[in-house]
């Protein structure tokens, strides 16, 4: 029998441990790369609804949102009233992946310019829906939540076109045309800072939609709303709204992306049961138009991923 000395021996159980360790490096940075790579590919493939309402009437909006979320992969921007604010704040600071707080603001309310700093305080990154104005859009007296809004290069989700009726036997100070798609360009050009985003794209103005989408970069417009299901039949027209394509006749684009359908982002603008049946509208228009596979991923979450540089 051939004995080891006890050199030999000490030797022999350091080289053993060395090249388990070694394994077990090895293993390791195996478990952890592909750990990493698939929080890259979840990243990559990140959803972001820029329009969902806060629900005050559900006490358990929070936590409903995030269950349905999480295996969507979609992080919400929650449009929230100024008396809600503190609960979505919170909201977003436990849940980062799956919320992105918005602010809602009554730009004819004599502290409206207060609110948006509050929000601002509290961590929110823009506004919206702005809607129910009482002047358009372009008032001067709501330049000052504009400013505001340059200065901290928020995004302001507006609404635009034709708008719900909420009184049917009470007069209302509302009319649609306060909120038309053509207002955003003046504001887009005044305050370049703000990426400025139109709800509805301007239903049913939708070419004017395009047309200020397509000579200003910092603007964008979703397809919530009734659109996708009143043109369920027909969806293959939005190539002749977004129709610049190839040409020389647009501005500078996300990744540079050469589609004129990047020059929208998703919203959905349903209840949280809605979220899912809004992709589905959103992926049969995809179809119907032939966009590119790069443009669709700008459309339901690169896009705006870039712009709120969201790493949660």
Not at 122 to 137: A, D, I
Not at 196 to 216: D, I
Request: with cysteine; glycine share 6%.
């Amino acid at each position: 029998m051939h004995r080891f000395s006890r050199r030999q021996f000490l030797t022999a159980m350091a080289a053993a441990a060395t090249v388990s360790v070694s394994r077990d490096a090895v293993a390791t940075k195996a478990v952890l790369s592909e750990g990493s790579s698939a929080s890259s590919d979840k990243a990559a493939d990140r959803i972001v609804d820029m329009h969902v309402h806060f629900d005050e009437k559900n006490p358990n909006f929070v936590d409903d949102l995030v269950k349905l979320t999480e295996p969507l992969n979609v992080t919400a921007c929650v449009l929230t009233p100024y008396r809600s604010r503190m609960v979505v704040a919170d909201a977003a600071k436990r849940h980062p992946a799956r919320i992105v707080p918005f602010g809602y603001v009554d730009m004819d309310a004599p502290d409206a310019v207060h609110q948006a700093e509050e929000f601002h305080v509290l961590g929110y990154r823009g506004l919206g829906e702005l809607e129910f104005v009482k002047k358009p859009y372009t008032d001067p007296s709501y330049m000052p939540v504009y400013e505001l809004a340059n200065r901290y290069s928020w995004v302001i989700l507006f609404h635009t076109g034709i708008v719900l009726r909420q009184k049917f036997e009470e007069p209302e100070d509302v009319a649609s045309y306060r909120m038309r798609a053509f207002h955003l360009e003046e504001i887009a050009r005044r305050f370049p800072k703000i990426t400025v985003l139109g709800a509805h794209c301007g239903n049913p103005e939708y070419e004017w939609a395009g047309e200020v989408a397509r000579w200003n970069p910092n603007v964008f417009f979703d397809l919530s709303g009734s659109t996708l299901t009143k043109m369920h039949d027909r969806l293959g027209d939005f190539r002749k709204i977004f129709w610049w394509t190839g040409t020389k006749w647009g501005t500078k684009t996300p990744e540079d992306d050469p589609s004129a359908f990047v020059k929208l982002v998703f919203g959905s603008d349903e209840g949280l049961d809605g979220i899912a049946p809004a992709l589905d509208q959103y992926r049969t228009m995809f179809d119907a138009c032939d966009v590119p596979v790069h443009t669709r991923k700008m459309i339901l979450g690169g896009t705006l991923t870039k712009i709120l540089g969201l790493t949660a």
